[in-house]
C-alpha cells in the first residue's frame, strides 16, 4: 500500500510517500521558517501564500524521489485541521484536485492524529509494543494535549493547555530572551550552556491533569526585565551567561510540568507506556528527563519525525485506508478540528 501524505497546517509544505504505513521512501519539507523568522512567528498571510508556490514542485519532488508515478499511489492523504485556514486550504485542494483527477481514495486526517502515528514510521505498531492504553503527549506550536490512546483510531483527551501551548511559550521566551524564531530549538540550543541558578515557577493546576504556560512566559518577562536583558539594552552587549541561565530555567520549567503531568495520567489509566509527538518532543531535555523518570516504556519519533512533516499524515492515513475509512471530495478544512475523542 503506497500512500501520499500532504501536510500544509502550518510553516512547512510538506509531502512524503509511505509504503504499508511505517516505510518511508520519501519524505520532502519546504521549510518558510526564513521566511516567518524576520516577523519573530508565523504570519498566516504569507504562510498560505508560499504553500501556493511551493505545494505542487513539493509533491513531484516526493514522487521523484520515490521513484513512483501518481498512478501507483493507493491514497492520498491530507491533513485537513487543526490548523491555519488558507493553509490547510492549499493542502486540501491539492489533494482533492489530485484524487478526482486520478480516483484514488482520499483521506482527510487530522494533524495531531499524524503526530502520533509519527511512531510507527519507527517501526513501532502501539498495539503490540508496549500495548494500549497508552498515554500520549503532543506538544507543538498549538497544542499541548495529553491523549489516552485506547486502540487505532480511539482516543481520550484527558488534559490539555488552558492557555499558550508548549512551543508557543518557547517561541515567545526566545522572543524576549532575543534568541530568535523557532524558540524551542534556540532555547535548547542556548540552555546547554546555562546554570539553574534563577528562580522561575512550576505551574501546576490542582486536581487536573491540563496545563497553563502564560504564568510561566510573564515569569519569564519579569525576570528579564529585573535582570535588564529585556528590552535589550542599547549601550552594552547583552550578557550571553544571564540569558543562558534564564533559558535553562525555563526549559526546565516546562520539561518538568510535563514530565510529572505525564506520568500522573500513567498512574491514574493504568497505561502501559507513554508515546511523545509534536515539535516540542524533539526537546532532548523532555526526552531524557521522560526516560529517566518513567517506569513504563516511552516511545518517541526521531526528532526530525516529531516536527511537522508528511510521512507522519500518510503514516496515519494507511491506518484510515486499511479500516475503509475514506473521505469524500467535500472534504473542507476544519481549523479547530478536535481528535474524535471518546469521552
Ligand atoms: O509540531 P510542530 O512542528 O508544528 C506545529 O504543529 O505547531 O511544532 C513546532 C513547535 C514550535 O513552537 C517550536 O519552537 C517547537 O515545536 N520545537 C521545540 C523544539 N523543536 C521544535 N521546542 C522545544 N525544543 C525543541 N528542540
Ligand atoms: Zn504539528
Do not use: W
Not at 508565523?42 to 521523484?64: G, K
Not at 524558540?183 to 550552556?193: D, E, W
Not at 546555562?194 to 493546576?205: D, F, N, Q
Amino acid at each position: 500500500m503506497l500512500i501520499l501524505g500532504i501536510e500544509t497546517s502550518c510553516d512547512e509544505t510538506a509531502a512524503a510517500v509511505v509504503e504499508n504505513g511505517n516505510h518511508i521512501l520519501s519524505n520532502v519539507i519546504a521549510s518558510q521558517v526564513e521566511l516567518h523568522a524576520r516577523y519573530g512567528g508565523i504570519v498566516p498571510e504569507i504562510a498560505s501564500r508560499q504553500h501556493l508556490l511551493s505545494i505542487e514542485s513539493t509533491i513531484t519532488e516526493s514522487l521523484r524521489t520515490a521513484n513512483l508515478s501518481i498512478q501507483d499511489l493507493d491514497g492520498i492523504a491530507v491533513t485537513h485541521g487543526p490548523g491555519l485556514a488558507g493553509a490547510l486550504i492549499v493542502g486540501v485542494n491539492f489533494a482533492k484536485s489530485l484524487a478526482y483527477a486520478t480516483n484514488i481514495p482520499l483521506l482527510g486526517i487530522n494533524h495531531l492524529e499524524g503526530h502520533i502515528y509519527a511512531i510507527e514510521l519507527e517501526g513501532f505498531n502501539p498495539e503490540d509494543n508496549p500495548g494500549f492504553p497508552i498515554v500520549s503527549l503532543i506538544a507543538s506550536g498549538g497544542h499541548t494535549e495529553l491523549i489516552l490512546f485506547k486502540g487505532h483510531g480511539s482516543y481520550e483527551l484527558i488534559g490539555r493547555t488552558r492557555d499558550d501551548a508548549a512551543g508557543e511559550a518557547f517561541d515567545k521566551a526566545a522572543r524576549v530572551l532575543g534568541l530568535g524564531f523557532p524558540g524551542g530549538p534556540a532555547i535548547q540550543r542556548v540552555a546547554k550552556k546555562g546554570l539553574l541558578e534563577i528562580l522561575l515557577p512550576r505551574p501546576t493546576i490542582k486536581n487536573s491533569l491540563d496545563f497553563s504556560f502564560s504564568g510561566l512566559k510573564t515569569a519569564l518577562l519579569r525576570k528579564a526585565q529585573e535582570l535588564k536583558v529585556y528590552p535589550p539594552p542599547i549601550e552594552k552587549t547583552l550578557d550571553k551567561e544571564l540569558i543562558a541561565n534564564i533559558a535553562a530555567e525555563f526549559q526546565d520549567s516546562i520539561v518538568e510540568v510535563m514530565v510529572n503531568r505525564t506520568l500522573e495520567a500513567i498512574e491514574l489509566y493504568k497505561a502501559k507506556g507513554i508515546l511523545l509527538g509534536g515539535g516540542v518532543a524533539a526537546n532532548s531535555q523532555l526526552r531524557d528527563e521522560m526516560i529517566k523518570k518513567s517506569q513504563v516504556p516511552v516511545l518517541m519519533p526521531n526528532p526530525k519525525l516529531c516536527t511537522d512533516n508528511g510521512a507522519m499524515i500518510a503514516a496515519a492515513g494507511y491506518r484510515r485506508l486499511i479500516q475503509g475509512e475514506f473521505s469524500s471530495l467535500n472534504l473542507d478544512v476544519i481549523p479547530n478540528l478536535q481528535l474524535s475523542y471518546d469521552n
